[in-house]
């Protein structure tokens, strides 16, 4: 039972593009999330989290859009560019435990 | 300010022989986590530290792993015997405490990457 779904393991973008990476969860208990970005032989390095009591949450280059109603959540990142080439996690907790439960990831390329 | 730091990054063992894994969480971190990674999944939660204390351990499999985190700060994750099945990349992480908001935020180390034949 997965409770954090990434259903695209993979996106190919254009550096100056943007791009949305989309996270589905199904745990109505969540109330925090939070996006981490990997490299290869890293370890995840947190990017950017947001509340359930927002919508939207904004830091330079990456916003998180959160829809509590569809269980849905994305992160946005504008402009792309090649170091942004990693694997994106999406995390979640809440309710009366505290671990992140994390998807399966989805491995972002921006081609230069 | 340092950041969470594991070792080895790298272990080869033999099923069946034993492997310890070392951590040392961010200065001032009071909650400490070990995750396992699979090949193409998320990171899974194995056990958490609040300080010395282990408040969730539900997912270790606790017939061939343990964990110790002494005093509070420094913590070692044991595994005895090794199965092909536990080859995975091992993470730990800290987190200030484990509220609501920005102290979840949980700072990951490098890994170690451990493969069993």
């Known amino acids: 039972d997965q409770q954090v779904k990434q259903n695209s393991p993979s996106l190919s973008v254009q550096e100056g593009r943007i791009s949305i990476l989309n996270c589905d969860y199904t745990n109505s208990m969540f109330d925090y999330f939070l996006w981490y970005k990997k490299y290869p032989a890293e370890g995840p390095t947190f990017l950017i989290s947001i509340s359930s009591i927002k919508d939207k949450n904004e830091d330079g280059r990456f916003t998180v859009f959160l829809n509590k109603s569809a269980k849905h959540l994305s992160l946005h990142i504008v402009p792309s560019q090649p170091g942004d080439s990693a694997v994106y996690f999406c995390?979640?907790?809440?309710?009366?435990?505290?671990?992140?439960?994390f998807g399966k990831g989805t491995l972002l390329t921006v081609n230069p | 300010e340092a950041g969470v730091v594991q070792s080895p990054r790298y272990k080869i063992i033999e099923k069946k022989q034993p492997v310890a894994f070392w951590c040392n969480p961010i200065?001032?971190?009071?909650?400490l986590y070990w995750y396992r990674q699979n090949l193409g999944q998320g990171p899974e939660l194995l056990i958490r530290y609040e300080n010395e204390e282990a408040v969730d351990d539900s997912q270790l499999p606790k017939d061939r792993f343990s964990a110790e985190r002494l005093k509070g700060v420094d913590s070692t994750l044991k595994i005895q015997p090794a199965e092909l099945g536990d080859s995975a990349v091992y993470l730990c992480?800290?987190?200030?405490?484990?509220?609501?908001?920005?102290?979840?935020?949980?700072?990951f180390g490098q890994g170690t990457r451990l493969t069993v034949v």
């Open positions: 995390a979640a907790n809440g309710g009366s435990n505290y671990k992140l439960t």
């Open positions: 200065s001032g971190h009071n909650t």
């Open positions: 992480a800290s987190s200030l405490g484990t509220g609501r908001g920005t102290n979840t935020e949980a700072f």
